[in-house]
């Protein structure tokens, strides 16, 4: 399984960024997808995560109301739509993926991750 994480950039806060995750090598739908950022000079965290199927999500509570995380299986992409952006968002966001139907929130539970995609929240 390799994942490619893009869709970071440059934004002002109050805008909006859709980060995309590829998953490869295997069928999507038997994955639960999750993702992770790291804010330097802190320890990486989970921001949400969904479901094999879809049907259900988790978020940390920092981006709750404001992230969606949202998945289309038949074209193997995950997705994190992020509005109301803040520049404590600013961070290295990671996709990660594992193979179970369960929502999993905990890093260590995941198998794969992709290479990280840069968001910076800025005026």
């Known amino acids: 399984v390799q994942l490619q994480a893009s869709g970071g950039g440059l934004v002002q806060p109050g805008g909006s960024l859709r980060l995309s995750c590829i998953l490869s090598g295997r069928a999507m739908n038997s994955y639960s997808m999750g993702w992770f950022r790291h804010i330097p000079g802190k320890e990486r965290e989970f921001v949400a995560a969904?479901?094999?199927?879809?049907?259900?999500?988790s978020y940390a509570d920092s981006v709750k109301g404001r992230f969606t995380i949202s998945r289309d299986n038949p074209k193997s992409t995950a997705y994190l739509q992020m509005n109301s952006l803040k520049p404590e968002d600013t961070a290295l966001y990671y996709c990660?993926?594992?193979?179970?139907?369960?929502?999993?929130?905990?890093?260590?539970?995941?198998?794969?991750w992709g290479q990280g995609t840069l968001v910076t929240v800025s005026s």
């Open positions: 969904i479901r094999a199927n879809g049907d259900s999500t």
């Open positions: 990660a993926a594992v193979a179970t139907t369960q929502v999993v929130v905990l890093e260590g539970n995941y198998d794969y």
